[in-house]
């Protein structure tokens, strides 16, 4: 940031040096004002285009460990669709959510063999929660999430 400030500054300094050599010999300040901003925004402009030699720093990545603040605010605003339906996004957290606690239980959320004990265990509204891509409502995640949060983290299924 200092870097940005200190190219900006430098174009800043002929800007003011134009207007006052224009003002100086004989052009009325409101056209010496004007001539030094002209000056100034065009050279901003050419640094912007040209791209100054900035400092790169390499942009920090977002925490992926499961409940950071990152984590809660995009799981927030996922759950905010149309209409009160669901996004795309938010239905895909929904299904990584279950995945993760389905395998504590040896479970696959996409292995048919498994479909049928998941079912059973989770209820016909949770399963279709899950498995569909569309019109899913608020209420049915806070239904599926307390029905996934209701089974033991650990265990053998028994298909």
Known sequence: MKALARTAGGAV??????????WFFGVTWPFAVAAAALFLAGTLAWLAHTGA????????????????????????WSLRGRHGEITDAGLKRLRGF????LAR?????????????????LGDRA??????????RLSDVEHCLSMLESL?????HSS
């Open 98 to 101: 279950a995945r993760r606690r």
């Open 127 to 136: 399963w279709t929660t899950l498995m569909r891509n569309d019109g899913v």
């Open 53 to 76: 030699a900035l400092p790169l720093y390499p942009e920090a990545d977002a925490d992926p460990r499961p409940g950071t603040r990152f984590e809660l605010v995009q799981t927030a």
């Open 152 to 156: 033991p983290k650990t265990g053998e």
């Open 13 to 22: 300094v002929p800007a003011v040096l134009i207007g006052g050599a224009l």
């Open 105 to 121: 239980r040896g479970w696959d959320l996409d292995d048919p063999a498994d479909a049928g004990a998941v079912r059973g265990a």
